[in-house]
Every structure is written in C-alpha cells, then in structure tokens.
C-alpha cells in the first residue's frame, strides 16, 4: 500500500544508546516530518523537511538530528537515548504546503 | 498565536445517532484544516481535508465543514458505529510547514 512506512515499530533502548528511526514515503511528497507524541502532551513537531536537501528545528528538536537522505527517506537519530525522549515517533509526509499530511504508523520507543 | 480547541474532549452516544464534533481556532489566516482518526495504539488516519478557500468536504458518512471568518470547523458523522470509536484530531495548518493540533475528541459509540 502506498503511504509512510516507519521501521521499526518498537524498540527498548537503555540510557545513552543511539538509534535511528527510519521513514520513507513513496508518493512523491516534498514535505517530510517527524513528530513525537506524549500523553496529555499531544503531537509536537521535532523536525521537518521542506524538501529534499533541507532540514529546519521544530517545537522540540533537543536531543534529535535528522537526515534527509533523498527525497524518499528521513530518517530520525537519537545520540544518546534519555528517559524523556520514550514516546510514540510519528513520521508524516506532504505534498506542499497547501497539501494534507500522511502519517506513519509509528515507532514505540521506551528508554529505561 | 493560533490555537486550536476540540469540543466536547469525550463522547459517548449509541450507535446510530448522528454527531457532531467541533474544532475551533483563533486565527483565521489557515492553508487548510484536516480532521484525523486515532485508533489507541495506533497511527493517524486522514479523514478529510478542507482547503481555505473551501467549505465543506464529503467522504461516506463523514461531512466536514469550515467557516474560516468566525474560526470553526465541524465533523458530521451520520449513523454512527462501533467501529467509529476512536480519538478524533484536527489540525490547522499555518503558512510555514507547521500543524496546529487541538488536543482531540475521544468518541465512543456504544452497540
């Protein structure tokens, strides 16, 4: 099926590991984005993608860097994993800035 | 700043009525606004999307309509069901890559 495809879907890490989620998105879309999603906290913006070859911070970009790798592939890495980045990872696509967005199915991560 | 509120924030109703849920906003200078479904532990399904300059928007038993000047959107689910329960987000959209998200309506419909 068409749409955004996040690997992987859980994931446990300990304090200080890294790792890169990974998204990519197959309908031609300039836009891509990644969000985290917290209880009572909603959805925050962490980074975005206007298009390929740039990278802009969101609302919450402390502790994340973000590659776009080509226009189908953003991937999100975490240097050193703290408690308060376990979350639900969202990554979403657009067409442009008018257009809707496309979510992934998201990525469960817990840091112990 | 634009803000987004969802009311009510939880609603419960049988199955087979007709609802209404409601998203407002406190700047009008909006792209579009797109109404999301959210099943517990899963992703975000786009439902609807309305652009500025547009109404309303159909798809099955949702309407969604949008009046930019007073900053309010509905969702119109006719013949509710079951499978309708869930979390419902809307989110406006700014000139700058930016989603603006109220904080959702958790809808249960009961058989």
């Known amino acids: 099926n068409a749409g955004v495809t996040q690997t992987p879907k859980f994931q446990v890490l300990k304090t200080g590991q890294s790792m890169t989620l990974q998204c990519a998105q197959d309908m031609n879309h300039n836009s891509m984005y990644w969000y985290r999603q917290d209880p009572g906290m909603g959805l925050r913006l962490i980074y975005y993608s206007a298009s390929e070859g740039t990278t802009d911070k969101g609302e919450v970009p402390n502790g994340y860097n973000v590659s776009r790798l080509n226009k189908r592939e953003f991937s999100l890495r975490l240097e050193s994993a703290a408690p308060s980045q376990t979350s639900v990872y969202f990554c979403?696509?657009?067409?442009?800035?008018?257009?809707?967005?496309?979510f992934g199915s998201g990525t469960r991560l817990t840091v112990v | 700043k634009q803000e987004v509120t969802q009311i009510p924030a939880a609603l419960s109703v049988p199955e087979g009525e007709n609802l209404v849920l409601n998203c407002s906003f406190t700047?009008?200078?909006?792209?579009?606004l797109q109404w999301f479904r959210q099943d517990p532990g899963k992703g975000l399904t786009s439902l609807l999307l309305?652009?500025?300059s547009q109404r309303e928007q159909t798809s099955g038993r949702l309407n969604a309509s949008l009046d930019k000047s007073s900053g309010r959107s509905t969702l119109y689910i006719a013949a509710s069901q079951p499978g309708d329960s869930a979390t419902y987000l809307c989110?406006?959209?700014?000139?700058?890559?930016?989603?603006?998200w109220g904080a959702g309506t958790k809808l249960i419909i009961k058989p």
């Open positions: 309305i652009q500025s």
């Open positions: 979403a696509s657009s067409e442009w800035s008018g257009g809707g967005y496309t």
């Open positions: 700047d009008s200078a909006i792209y579009n």
């Open positions: 989110a406006v959209r700014r000139s700058n890559y930016q989603l603006i």
